[in-house]
């Protein structure tokens, strides 16, 4: 009776990751032909500090969300991210619960004016309240200026 038990918790838990899996569709697959953003790293693309490109800039959003953003803690450097790549605090990065792997997405803060960072999402969070839609890199962070804040509330524009 107790392997049967087993056995049926085991096939109920394969059968609901398989149908979350069949659900995502394409759109969840690992893209790792696209790196997070380096600041300063050669590009074809005219970049500014806070890696937006004149395209980034001038395309319209697919998508606008409205929450907080928080960022990572330097302890966490070298950590795996959910796409498997190691987290670099210098890489202009992020994490969103949803949105695939290699999305590109820019970040405006909404109390001050300030220049907005364009992303690659590389990771799943964040995961401490509904409220906050993105963690960002400390580089990201700090082209935002949110760095004595930790919590700030943003626009996340997705391409």
Not at 27 to 56: H, I, L, M, Y
Not at 92 to 98: I, K, M, Q, V, Y
Not at 127 to 138: N, P, W, Y
């Amino acid at each position: 009776m107790h392997e049967t038990v087993k056995d049926t918790r085991r096939s109920c838990f394969v059968i609901g990751f398989l149908m979350a899996c069949a659900a995502c569709g394409s759109e969840s697959r690992v893209r790792v032909d696209q790196p997070a953003s380096r600041v300063g790293a050669k590009s074809t693309r005219n970049t500014t500090s806070a890696g937006c490109s004149d395209e980034d800039l001038g395309r319209h959003a697919r998508q606008v969300l409205r929450g907080y953003a928080s960022y990572y803690h330097d302890s966490l450097a070298g950590n795996a991210t959910a796409s498997g790549a190691p987290y670099d605090p210098e890489l202009l990065s992020a994490a969103h619960r949803t949105l695939p792997f290699g999305t590109r997405i820019k970040v405006t803060r909404t109390d001050i004016t300030a220049a907005p960072v364009c992303v690659t999402v590389n990771d799943r969070g964040p995961f401490r309240g509904r409220k906050r839609i993105v963690d960002l890199s400390r580089r990201a962070a700090e082209a935002l200026g949110m760095m004595g804040k930790g919590v700030v509330p943003v626009r996340v524009d997705v391409f």
